[in-house]
């Protein structure tokens, strides 16, 4: 990465990823139904590219349970997968496949899902969780059903800003 200008939007797509979720946090307990880390990490992936979106989407969650105390332990072993996907999958689809945001985004979003199921499948036996992967996986599709319609209301509108305003970094300056 030697593009000074994508640095810095990562820089700040990871800021964003941290502290976006306190805000919703001083609201109770409200990440899980608005998903607010998957807000930046989605928009990083779209916006820089799935490169950038993956390392967000890893990062995030680690220095969020390290300075924050949230996500707890397993949840954030979960999350690190599911948010990696989702920054990888949106630069994906929009970035090299070229697909419309809202395919991407909703594709993203599935794929997100899917390797979420599968680590809280592969992990709680290891981890010695007596939690069902079904359950869990349907429960976190349910409750984060506020937080997805957001995602797709919102995030489109701030790529379109982003693009708009000529600043697309992977695309112009790549």
């Keep these: 990465m030697s593009n000074p200008r994508k640095i810095t939007y990562t820089a700040l797509f990871l800021a964003f990823s941290i502290l976006l979720p306190q805000i919703f946090h001083?609201?109770?307990?409200?990440?899980?139904?608005?998903?607010?880390?998957?807000i930046p990490v989605l928009l990083a992936g779209l916006y820089l590219g799935g490169i950038q979106g993956?390392?967000?989407?890893f990062l995030a969650p680690i220095f969020s349970s390290f300075l924050?105390?949230?996500?707890?332990?397993?949840?954030?072993?979960?999350?690190?997968?599911e948010v990696?996907?989702?920054?990888?999958?949106?630069g994906f689809f929009y970035q090299k496949k070229k697909l419309n945001?809202?395919?991407?985004?909703?594709?993203s979003m599935i794929v997100g899902r899917v390797f979420l199921?599968?680590?809280?499948?592969?992990?709680?036996?290891?981890?010695?969780l007596k939690i069902s992967p079904a359950a869990y996986f349907t429960g976190a599709l349910l409750t984060g059903i506020p937080g997805m319609?957001?995602?797709?209301?919102?995030?489109?509108?701030?790529?379109?800003?982003?693009?708009?305003?000529?600043e697309h970094v992977v695309r112009n300056n790549a």
């Excluded at 924050?68 to 997968?81: A, D, E, H, K, R």
């Design 68 to 81: 924050t105390g949230m996500p707890v332990i397993p949840i954030l072993y979960f999350m690190i997968v």
């Design 149 to 166: 319609l957001i995602q797709l209301l919102f995030i489109p509108a701030m790529i379109r800003l982003l693009e708009k305003a000529g």
């Design 54 to 57: 993956a390392l967000i989407g």
């Design 101 to 107: 945001i809202y395919v991407s985004l909703i594709l």
């Design 84 to 90: 990696t996907v989702y920054g990888f999958a949106a």
């Design 26 to 38: 001083l609201f109770g307990g409200t990440g899980p139904v608005f998903l607010p880390m998957h």
């Design 117 to 128: 199921a599968l680590t809280v499948f592969t992990l709680q036996p290891l981890l010695g």
